[in-house]
């Protein structure tokens, strides 16, 4: 595709403000992962250890005695927050888109038209007065130091675990900051990507593994930690580790570049496929590793499904009816509720639960598949998108923002399974109650 295709994009729609709308995404995905598990009937701040009308952990390894407030305390917020944000930056891509009117020669002279709206975007994050949701920003910056900057002795919370895996799909958005940086400086253009040499072409890819090295640190704490008995943090940081020579071969692929050019002349740099590189596919055999061991650990680990355990394949194959429970505790102050499709085991002979799933369900049984194919393709599209070399070229810039969308949708969907996933552990590692869904902790259910 001739780049001069793409300049229309760079032109309606400047990599700054595609950054302001990835991260106004992720606010409204936030919002909706909480509100959406209210009304499935999970508490999501309960399991998540959120303190009273705030977004962060608990301090205690135990869940507050106290009363926690409804979910609607945690998302309406956010809600808010959300239109705030949206107006803000839509107001100034309005004022943007009227001041350039799609002409290519105004881009650049209106330029800071973007970089004033990231700049107060900014600011009002650092902002120490009480506006703008003070409390929500204050829990995500709190949240972004406990992550970065925890000792290395102390507990791994688990909303800390879902806040760095969120972060982790905005790797890209890192990149394409630091590229909006450059874009706005005097003598940078928002029609052209922005390119490096020397040392230089190494900090996108260092700034994009920033969040599987905070993702590798906490399983690497999480294993050293005196009361771990099990190796899975361990196989878990490796599969972030297998990130960085997808990030790094990327970078790397310059070389090929410049021997492609030597050999073929420049028309031929472009093209996608070098098969005929060692380095090139080296880089390609580190994405396959990366995708499929991700998906793997996604549907077995971080869902509990069934699908690709073969130790649990036959042992599982057994199962009763369906029972669908409601009960009340009205001593605490929780209510526990259940939608969910619960499964009690029978004899070796009794009729098997869904293939692939688990015995307790707590949604509806349509969403296991199609979120189990949909994570299969992004997370095949998702590695190749961690490559520099790809997204520092023009032309694939459309692709690569719809790439970086379906991203973060498909990161919304998997926050669903983890919480469940995590919900149905806690409740099924109490010695004293047994596996149906009627007896899981009443914390992490609620009356929807």
């Not at 920033?210 to 999480?222: D, H, K, N, S």
């Not at 943090?233 to 692929?253: D, E, G, H, R, W």
């Not at 209510?335 to 307790?360: D, I, N, Q």
Request: glycine fraction near 6%; proline fraction near 6%; aromatic fraction near 12%.
């Amino acid at each position: 595709m001739d780049a001069q295709l793409e300049k229309p994009l760079a032109a309606l729609f400047p990599l700054p403000f595609r950054v302001l709308f990835l991260v106004g995404l992720g606010i409204l995905g936030w919002a909706t992962n909480l509100h959406g598990l209210e009304r499935l009937g999970v508490d999501g701040p309960s399991i998540l250890e959120l303190q009273d009308r705030s977004c962060l952990p608990l301090r205690s390894g135990s869940p507050s005695r106290h009363k926690q407030p409804s979910a609607r305390a945690f998302y309406a917020p956010l809600y808010r927050l959300f239109v705030i944000y949206s107006a803000w930056c839509f107001g100034a891509w309005l004022l943007y888109r009227a001041q350039t009117r799609s002409n290519l020669a105004l881009v650049d002279v209106f330029a800071y038209i973007p970089g004033v709206c990231v700049l107060c975007v900014l600011t009002v994050l650092l902002c120490t007065m009480d506006i703008v949701q003070k409390r929500e920003r204050d829990s995500f910056l709190l949240s972004a130091e406990r992550c970065c900057f925890s000792a290395s002795d102390g507990p791994i919370h688990f909303s800390d675990v879902i806040f760095a895996d969120i972060l982790t799909s905005y790797a890209k958005v890192l990149g394409d900051l630091w590229l909006s940086f450059w874009m706005l400086l005097p003598g940078g253009s928002l029609l052209s990507i922005p390119t490096y040499e020397g040392w230089y072409q190494w900090v996108l890819p260092c700034l994009m593994s920033v969040p599987y090295a905070i993702r590798l640190r906490q399983c690497l704490i999480e294993y050293c930690s005196p009361s771990n008995t099990s190796r899975r943090p361990l196989f878990n940081a490796i599969k972030y580790a297998s990130s960085f020579p997808v990030i790094f071969l990327s970078a790397a692929q310059r070389l090929v570049e410049s021997e492609v050019v030597k050999v073929s002349g420049v028309s031929a740099e472009h093209k996608g496929w070098h098969g005929e590189y060692p380095l090139f596919r080296l880089w390609l055999f580190a994405v396959v590793i990366n995708s499929l061991y991700s998906f793997w650990w996604d549907v077995t680990n971080d869902w509990g499904l069934d699908l690709l355990n073969l130790r649990h394949t036959e042992s599982h194959a057994v199962v009763s009816p369906l029972q669908q429970t409601v009960t009340a505790d009205r001593s605490s102050s929780h209510v526990r509720s259940s939608r969910a499709l619960s499964f009690r085991r029978a004899g070796r002979h009794g009729s098997p639960y869904p293939y692939g799933l688990r015995p307790v369900l707590l949604y509806p049984l349509p969403v296991y598949p199609l979120i189990v194919f949909l994570n299969l393709v992004l997370r095949m599209t998702w590695s190749i998108k961690l490559s520099s070399h790809l997204h520092l070229q023009s032309e694939g810039s459309v692709v690569m923002f719809c790439l970086e969308v379906a991203e973060v949708l498909r990161r919304w969907m998997w926050v669903f399974l983890r919480i469940e996933w995590e919900v149905v552990k806690r409740g099924r590692d109490r010695e004293s109650r047994g596996p149906t869904i009627d007896n899981l902790s009443g914390d992490c259910f609620r009356d929807g």
